[in-house]
């Protein structure tokens, strides 16, 4: 019998994946990383071909969604996932990758640290995670510094907006009374000073679209750094379709391949995770549950900035926010504020009663005075479960759903949201709109770390009664805070893979 292709086979090169793959590697580990996809767009593309498509299909499809879920490259990275992952949603939009760098392609690149509170109910120690966060943050570039705890929340960060700036100027003028609601300049995994091979941001307004000079993180750019790498090797187009335990584990793949490691390391994302452990567990009779974060859109006016032109200014989230509306550990929501005038005009003219000419005029005079929050709830929120589907085309299917009292909470949410508002200068516009469950992609909790049973994982993501096959994206974090989930994925993945690069299969010396 020939020998293991690697001392770990990691699926998936999205953040989670790569973030596993360093510390195995600086530790002389083999790693090979499979992933289903290639590069997905060019950065050869012209603007209007990256922003709206070689015959303008962005314009044409124009659904409703989010402008960022209907660019050529977030559409072409989502329908593959739709269309091969086996997965179909019923009231919840399936949301996941099967391109190179995953999801990182299109994400918003707000980051968030969780604190001792947020993760009391795990079975790991908050210094081991901090660790992990000034590892990924050293790495990957935060804003306008390296070092996490510099870019805390205060200073700021890159440049605001001017409405942006003049509604954080208001709330620091004008603070809440019991301190419920805070505001404040958005931390993001965006360069603000160049580093080799990547530029920094130059708030060049089309970042929705990916930054064609590298500003802002994406996985990919790691995987340059670890091809350097001898005890790395990466495959793309091979999408894994089965495990096999014999000892160690086979992974085939959809091209008819196979490939040996002792220990096996899924970083496929929460759902393509799902996806190859349906065969693994025992989830006809329950569902097994995932936890969602439900989110609200929230169009605002700020009557003082009406008419003033819009300033350049980066598209991704500008101003954070939370606000506290009870007394349990997770009882808070998070988002962002975006100013609306670098938002592609075209999704708001569509919706005005007017011609296209009048629309576009009316726009252009008041989109420096528009913004609209994006508001996060918790996972414990949501009610979503993946089912197997025997019956149906697609193999698992996830009904989407809320918490029971969902809608009382979040009328009393949006009601304490409207005195910050007023307090702020703001006023909310009519077509506030809760999104879909899914359509968030903040996913978790499938197989958490610390349970007992089928369904659960060790604290070094190993799945209960499989021995060797480790997991290490969202799927093992046990609750969902509403704070911005990516950054902790890749800490946690770092914080497992140095555990496993300690323990298991050291290199002969
Ligand atoms: C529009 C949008 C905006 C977002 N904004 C933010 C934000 O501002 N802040 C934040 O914290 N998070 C944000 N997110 C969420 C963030 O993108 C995800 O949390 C993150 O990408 C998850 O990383 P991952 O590595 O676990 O999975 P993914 O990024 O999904 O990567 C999974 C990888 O596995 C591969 N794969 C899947 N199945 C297989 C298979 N069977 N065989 C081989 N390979 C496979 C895929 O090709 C992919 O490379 C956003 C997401 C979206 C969609």
């Known amino acids: 019998m020939n020998g293991p292709d690697a001392d770990f086979i990691i699926i998936g090169s999205g953040p989670a994946g790569v973030s596993a793959a360093f510390p195995l590697i600086a530790a002389g580990r083999r790693v090979l990383m499979l992933d289903a996809g290639n590069d997905v767009g060019s950065r050869d593309e012209s603007r209007s071909v990256r922003v709206l498509g070689g015959d303008l299909e962005s314009l044409r ?3 409703g969604s989010s402008p960022k879920l209907q660019t050529p490259v977030s559409r072409g990275i989502l329908e593959r996932f739709q269309g091969e992952s086996g997965i179909g949603g019923v009231g919840f939009m399936p949301i996941g ?17 969780l604190d001792a509170d947020d993760i009391a109910n795990w079975p790991i120690d908050i210094a081991s995670l901090q660790k992990s966060y000034e590892r990924i943050s050293e790495r990957i570039g935060i804003s306008r510094n390296a070092d996490f705890k510099r870019s ?13 700036a003049y509604v954080l100027h208001r709330h620091r003028v004008a603070k809440p009374a019991n ?18 091979g990547r530029a920094a941001c130059d708030l060049g307004s089309d970042c929705l679209y990916g930054c064609p000079n590298g500003a802002i993180y994406n996985s990919r750019q790691d995987l340059l750094s670890l091809r350097k790498s001898p005890h790395f090797r990466l495959l793309d187009n091979m999408r894994a379709v089965s495990l096999t335990h014999n ?10 391949s196979s490939f040996f490691a002792p220990r096996i390391i899924l970083a496929a994302g929460v759902l393509g995770t799902a996806a190859l452990l349906a065969d693994h567990l025992p989830i006809e009779e329950q569902g097994l549950r995932l936890l969602n974060s439900p989110t609200l859109a929230i169009p605002l006016l700020s009557p003082q900035r009406l008419l003033r032109s819009s300033t350049p200014t980066h598209s991704l989230a500008q101003l954070g926010l939370s606000l506290r509306y009870g007394d349990g550990i997770s009882d808070y929501v998070t988002g962002a504020i975006y100013e609306v005038g670098s938002l592609p005009a075209q999704n708001f003219i569509n919706r005005m009663p007017l011609g296209r000419n009048a629309g576009r005029a009316a726009f252009e005079r008041i989109a420096g005075s528009l913004l609209v929050a994006t508001i996060y709830y918790p996972g414990d929120q949501s009610r ?16 989407g759903g809320f918490a029971e009292g969902f809608d009382i909470l979040a009328e009393a949410l949006k009601r304490a949201l409207r005195r910050e508002w ?3 200068g703001l006023i909310p516009l009519p077509g506030s709109s809760l999104a879909e469950p899914g359509v968030d992609a903040h996913f978790a909790g499938t197989l958490p770390m610390g349970a007992s049973g089928p369904f659960g994982t060790s604290a070094d993501g190993e799945l209960n009664f499989h021995r060797g096959l480790h997991i290490v994206d969202g799927s093992i974090i046990p ?16 914080r497992i893979a140095h555990r496993l690069a300690e323990t298991e299969a050291k290199p002969a010396s």
């Open 61 to 63: 499809a124009d659904d």
């Open 97 to 113: 990758s099967l391109a190179r760098g995953g999801l990182s392609n299109i994400w918003g690149a707000q980051i968030s640290y």
């Open 152 to 164: 805390a929340e205060g200073e700021s960060v890159l440049p605001l907006g001017a409405t942006a």
């Open 179 to 196: 301190g419920s609601f805070r505001l404040f300049p958005a931390v993001n995994a965006i360069l603000s000073e160049s580093r080799p």
């Open 247 to 256: 000892p160690g584990w086979t992974v085939r793949t959809a091209d008819g």
């Open 384 to 399: 979503s479960y993946i089912h197997r589907d025997a019956a149906a085309e697609k193999s698992l299917t996830i009904h």
């Open 422 to 424: 007023k307090r702020l």
């Open 479 to 494: 609750d969902l805070s509403s704070k911005y989930i990516t950054m902790t994925i890749m800490a946690n993945a770092d």
